[in-house]
């Protein structure tokens, strides 16, 4: 009987100390895994951008970011790119701070304007689908209560059909708000 009871109160202990860890002083108040995020200069080029970003550590993460042009009178060449990416954190906080990133890229681009001879009309080749590969930097500032202030810019070039369009630089540039959870 009594090594049961002295059991049960080991057993009592070790729940309440984990308990504790959880629910307790201990827990960090920034460590939380997903972020959703939205772009706010994308609409000034007539475009609307949105991510989501999975924390693996205090210093790394994943995510993946879609840009997709709703206006093209205001960005003429892009038409949608999907980029994942790749995060280290140099910040002190979980997650934040100044960053750097490595990006790929799937994109839709239009194809090669052929002018005519008085160089005032054109035809456009049909659009051009590509991959590209680039690095991006920028500081991420995360609030206790889980919001997420962004600033972000990003330089890739296209790999496979840049001769088949205008442009072979992929620039990503970001101002952006979001949510922790």
């Given at each position: 009987m009594k090594k049961t009871f002295l059991l049960f109160i080991m057993l009592f202990a070790f729940y309440a100390v984990k308990a504790q860890n959880e629910n307790g002083t201990d827990a960090n108040p920034y460590q939380k895994n997903n972020e959703i995020k939205l772009n706010l200069i994308s609409p000034l080029l007539g475009a609307v951008e949105a991510g989501f970003e999975r924390h693996?550590?205090?210093?790394?993460?994943?995510?993946?970011?879609?840009?997709?042009?709703?206006?093209?009178?205001?960005?003429?060449?892009?038409?949608?790119?999907?980029?994942?990416?790749?995060?280290?954190?140099?910040?002190?906080?979980?997650?934040?701070?100044?960053?750097v990133e490595g990006f790929g890229a799937f994109t839709s681009i239009d194809g090669k304007k052929i002018?005519?001879?008085?160089?005032?009309?054109?035809?456009?080749?049909?659009?051009?689908?590509?991959?590209?590969?680039?690095?991006?930097?920028?500081?991420?500032?995360?609030?206790?209560?889980?919001l997420v202030f962004e600033a972000n810019a990003g330089y890739g070039r296209l790999l496979f059909n840049a001769d088949k369009t205008d442009h072979d630089v992929v620039a990503k540039f970001g101002l952006s708000i979001g949510y922790r959870f």
């Open positions: 693996l550590n205090k210093n790394s993460s994943v995510g993946i970011s879609a840009f997709i042009v709703y206006d093209d009178k205001k960005n003429e060449d892009m038409n949608y790119y999907i980029s994942p990416y790749y995060r280290y954190y140099f910040g002190k906080k979980y997650a934040s701070g100044f960053f002018y005519s001879a008085d160089r005032l009309t054109f035809t456009e080749n049909k659009d051009v689908y590509d991959v590209a590969l680039g690095a991006g930097l920028g500081w991420k500032l995360v609030t206790k209560k889980g």
